[in-house]
């Protein structure tokens, strides 16, 4: 299984902004581009700022065709939100494989 994650630190004072912005933009995008992925948003506890809370979204991938629809829609997607919210919403995306011991 792969994994892409993007884990979103955002200041406080636009989590509601960025929350809509999940629900109707960015969700929705990968949602009717890939059906069958799944995806799931989990808060970081481990506290890094008070002034921002910090999420990682994550969708499960089995080929990695899926992979890279997701890696292409998500760079053109959080480049828009960079331009709109700066470095109130601050991000980074890795890819990560699944380890069978």
């Not at 299984?1 to 955002?10: C, P």
């Not at 890939?34 to 008070?50: Q, R």
């Amino acid at each position: 299984m792969l994994v892409f994650n993007t884990t979103f630190s955002i200041n406080t004072e636009y989590l509601e902004r960025w929350e809509e912005w999940m629900k109707k933009t960015y969700l929705p995008t990968f949602k009717e581009l890939l059906p069958d992925v799944v995806s799931e948003l989990y808060e970081v506890m481990a506290v890094v700022n008070e002034n921002s809370t910090n999420y990682s979204c994550q969708w499960r991938c089995s080929e990695p065709e899926e992979l890279e629809v997701i890696h292409k829609y998500s760079n053109i997607l959080l480049n828009n939100l960079s331009g709109e919210y700066g470095e109130n919403c601050l991000h980074f995306s890795t890819i990560l494989k699944q380890k069978q011991l």
